[in-house]
């Protein structure tokens, strides 16, 4: 008799939660009517610690509430990051729970729903981008991409959003995840720019985009070409390591990649590079023989190299390769610049030394010394900046340099011409 009495204590308790949830819901479901997102959320809030014992289709209205009153919420900027990522999840949740029970009652609103939430999260993402706020950012783009699997590209910058916001781990995470999918992001697009916004759009076929300009709403019609990103993706997996102070595994990412991957000359270059980091000089030399072998005339893998052999101070090694990209592209302002650059970055030292003497015969003799040294090394730098601006007189960072050297050698004339040309 007492166990009766046991399950009918518990059969109450069942009842009491069911109408404890339908009245939280049903509140919730009122204050949405009403346009109170904030009060639909503080009674979701109260319902979701018992939602896990109710039955489908309770759950479903759950979380379509729950859904529709986070991007309300996410629309007036009331903490719109986690309310979108809130959204997305329960708008995910539903058309789960409604398609394992083979119900539709919400499904349909909430893909509508899915929609919106997608593009305002991809729109935050870029927000948060511009104000290098990049760890939300990273989940925002994250979820863009669960909602639809199809645009891997979200995935793609997640994982680029984790490297810059210093998520190595989850950056890893989602760089083997794009790894195993062997994703490459290499697409054509056809755009043209919309005559109303001014603003270059892209178009799924170039019938499409042909038919637009013909209609006279957009003109200047181009095609864009994206190029494979697979070898980007090889390759930070391997720098993610080599950061962790794995270089054994970075340098085994890029050989497996190699395979997978043989006429991708970028993957070549990592392992140059995590080779030179290594010190391992002799393997280095051979990979870079054997690139230079395929592509002897290309300017920008001379200049790539020398970009490697600079972060790894072989200096000597890292100006012959900049030359020999201005050799094939005499425009190539990047290698100028460079060399100008590399060759200052003896400065510093030179400087702390001059720092550091004082007033005897002997300090005065070696600060002249110094002096005379540091005035060399600027006038050295002077041809390859001076060719960088006539190339790019635009360029900010060839001027802010150029303009360096210019007043340290008391050049005030041409000083004077160079503000006069870059302000123009």
Do not use: H
């Not at 309300?72 to 900027?77: H, I």
């Not at 090694?317 to 050799?327: D, N, V």
């Amino acid at each position: 008799m007492k166990s009766k009495y046991v399950l009918l204590a518990s059969a109450l308790l069942i009842s009491s939660v069911t109408f404890a949830q339908k009245d939280e819901l049903k509140v919730a479901e009122k204050a949405l009517k009403s346009g109170n997102a904030s009060e639909a959320k503080a009674s979701l809030d109260k319902a979701e610690g018992l939602i896990a014992n109710a039955d489908d289709s309770q759950k479903a209205q759950f979380y379509f509430l729950k859904g529709n009153s986070s991007l309300e919420l996410a629309k007036k900027k009331l903490d719109e990051g986690n309310n979108l990522v809130n959204a997305a999840k329960a708008y995910s949740q539903l058309l789960d729970i409604e398609k394992a029970s083979k119900k539709s009652k919400y499904t349909k609103e909430a893909e509508a729903s899915l929609a919106v939430v997608k593009s305002l999260l991809v729109n935050s993402a870029i927000a948060d981008n511009n104000q290098k706020k990049y760890k939300e950012g990273t989940e925002k783009l994250y979820q863009a991409y669960l909602l639809d699997k199809k645009d891997v590209v979200y995935l793609y910058y997640a994982a680029s959003n984790a490297v810059n916001s210093l998520e190595y781990d989850k950056a890893l995470e989602y760089y083997n995840e794009l790894k195993e999918m062997n994703y490459s992001g290499e697409a054509t697009f056809y755009a043209a720019k919309n005559k109303l916004t001014d603003e270059f759009e892209n178009f799924s076929t170039v019938a499409e985009r042909d038919r637009m300009v013909k209609l006279g709403t957009y003109d200047t019609p181009k095609t864009i070409q994206e190029p494979s990103k697979r070898g980007e993706i090889y390759k930070n997996i391997a720098l993610i390591y080599n950061t962790k102070g794995d270089v054994a595994a970075a340098r085994k990412a890029v050989a497996d990649a190699r395979v997978a991957n043989p006429n991708d000359d970028s993957l070549v270059l990592t392992e140059a590079e995590l080779a030179l980091k290594a010190n391992d000089l002799v393997g280095y030399k051979q990979l870079v023989t054997k690139v230079l072998e395929k592509n002897p005339t290309d300017p920008t893998l001379f200049y790539n190299l020398g970009v490697i052999a600079a972060q790894a101070k072989e200096n000597v090694e890292a100006e012959k390769y900049y030359k020999k990209a201005i050799e094939l592209d005499a425009k190539y302002t990047n290698a100028y610049l460079n060399l100008a650059v590399m060759k200052l970055e003896a400065d510093p030292a030179i400087v702390e030394e001059m720092n550091k003497l004082g007033t005897s015969a002997k300090d005065n003799k070696r600060y002249d010394e110094l002096k005379a040294k540091r005035q060399l090394l600027f006038k050295g730098t002077l041809p390859y900046l001076q060719k960088a601006n006539e190339l790019e007189p635009k360029n900010e960072a060839v001027y802010s340099t150029l303009l360096n050297v210019y007043n340290y050698l008391e050049m005030m004339e041409e000083v004077k011409t160079l503000k006069a040309n870059f302000n123009k």
